[in-house]
């Protein structure tokens, strides 16, 4: 299984992008993809997850409004639009996937076992 984040980069302070999530080696559809980032020195936290079909998502209170979370089964890539970027959503973006029930949307970290590598999105004020 391999899960490859990409997209990220350096943006001005609100500015936007949208980093892509290709995965590999897995049934996609049977799998929640969520997003999480971790600044220097914080701990990883959750963003955005969306469910198996797509029908269901969930935000972080922090970028409710701003960031969208979406998926292309038959690409079996999943998105994050991140639009509106404040120097604060500076981080390593990471792709995780959970093999869970329909309609599934975990915040938590431990519920996913796969992991992307990570991109880089550092946000100038």
């Known amino acids: 299984v391999q899960l490859q984040a990409s997209g990220g980069g350096l943006v001005q302070a609100g500015g936007s992008l949208r980093l892509s999530c290709a995965a590999s080696g897995l049934t996609f559809s049977s799998y929640a993809i969520g997003w999480f980032r971790q600044a220097p020195g914080k701990e990883r936290e959750f963003v955005a997850a969306i469910s198996r079909a797509g029908t269901r998502t969930n935000y972080a209170n922090s970028v409710k409004g701003r960031f969208t979370v979406s998926r292309d089964n038959a690409k079996n890539t999943g998105y994050l639009k991140v639009n509106s970027l404040k120097p604060e959503d500076t981080a390593v973006y990471y792709c995780?996937?959970?093999?869970?029930?329909?309609?599934?949307?975990?915040?938590?970290?431990?519920?996913?076992?796969?992991w992307g590598q990570g991109t880089l999105v550092t946000v100038s004020s």
């Open positions: 995780a996937a959970d093999h869970t029930v329909t309609g599934a949307t975990p915040s938590q970290r431990d519920f996913y076992e796969y």
